[in-house]
Nanobody, 125 residues
């Protein structure tokens, strides 16, 4: 079963940087559109950044100028570069992606919307 695999979370001091990565668990699945979301206990999950197949990017106001979403087609990976981190950025970050999966030898594909398992980002003051 295809999964999204995230990495890159951790503990960083305020003002520091982290880069999150999101890729698929199998080579037969390709990310078409993707986004990063975050959630803290007791609050709803919120959108952080999105990127579509044409490279168009959309950011939440609270990360504009600090975070950058990008993708590497050759690695089938989406990144979230986070700079000038603040304590209020502390959350579990989730990757969400529409994935195109090859389902047979003729190359037929099926689309799936997947969520990653989440990666903890903690920013200390």
């Amino acid at each position: 079963q295809v999964r999204l695999v995230e990495s890159g979370g951790g503990l960083v001091q305020a003002g520091g940087s982290l880069r999150l990565s999101c890729t698929t668990s199998t080579a037969s699945a390709s990310i078409t559109t993707a986004g990063w979301y975050r959630q803290v206990p007791g609050k709803q999950r919120e959108m952080v950044a999105q990127i579509n197949g044409a490279g168009f990017r959309n950011y939440a106001d609270f990360v504009k100028g600090r975070f950058t979403i990008s993708r590497d087609y050759s690695r089938n990976t989406v990144y979230l570069e986070m700079n000038t981190l603040k304590p209020e950025d502390t959350a579990v970050y989730y990757c969400n992606a529409r994935v195109s999966i090859v389902v047979n030898v003729e190359g037929a594909t099926a689309n799936r919307d997947l969520w990653g398992q989440g990666t903890q980002v903690t920013v200390s003051s």
